[in-house]
């Protein structure tokens, strides 16, 4: 009799197929809301970055603070 190991990978044998299409909405509901985060990060990186970017007028001091800004 073969052990059964929780960490396998693999397609399981026996999905009925309302069982394999339930497994499959829940997957796409997943992939949706991770789609949904990262869009919102991605939106949230560049308010931050147009609102940083808005604060400093002069192309010069877009150095980190305390670096040197090259002379014209």
């Given amino acids: 009799m073969a052990q059964h ?10 999905l009925s197929r309302d069982e394999s ?6 997957r796409r509901a997943r992939n949706r809301a991770l789609f949904l985060v990262l869009l919102g990060l991605v939106g949230l990186f560049y308010a931050l970055t147009m609102s940083r970017l808005s604060e400093i007028g002069d192309p010069q001091q ?8 090259p002379s014209r």
């Fill in 5 to 14: 190991d929780p960490q396998a990978v693999g397609r399981p044998e026996s």
């Fill in 21 to 26: 299409d339930a497994l499959a909405r829940r």
């Fill in 62 to 69: 877009w150095s980190r603070p305390g670096a040197i800004a």
